[in-house]
């Protein structure tokens, strides 16, 4: 399915796919801006502030959130991720948490919480266009690394 698009049109693969990280480490936020974008996704990002709700629920459309799951200040992505199903017309779009937590304990509390899957950092630079691109074709993905 993805894997056979993305050995034939990698820069297909996530073409005029929306995409918005909620990240607060740059070099990740980079990787994965360059990773994304090489198969044709737009990526926008922030690091998590006051007006990321506001700015999420202004954009026209988003197919695909990725979350952090630890923020300083205590911050967990848990908590931004109730703030993100506040918002209606996101209701729907699918939140998958990108993140360096033990996922023996956060996969667990992902799908409880109703995430659309788990990745492991550091993410593959091959695989992570793939992933995304079956989360994004309604699939979810439980990646432990």
Known sequence: MARDRLETEPALLLKDRHIFV???????RIIMRIVLNRCGA??????????????????????????DLMFPNGITGYTIFDQIRQIPRLA???VVAVSAADPFTAIPQCQAKGFAGFIAKPIDDDLFPLQIADIIAGHNVWYAG
């Open 42 to 67: 737009q990526v926008d990002f922030d690091r998590w502030g006051r007006e990321v709700p506001d700015h999420l629920g202004c954009m026209k459309l988003i197919h695909v959130i990725l979350l």
């Open 22 to 28: 909620i990240e607060d480490n740059l070099e990740n």
């Open 92 to 94: 729907d779009v699918p």
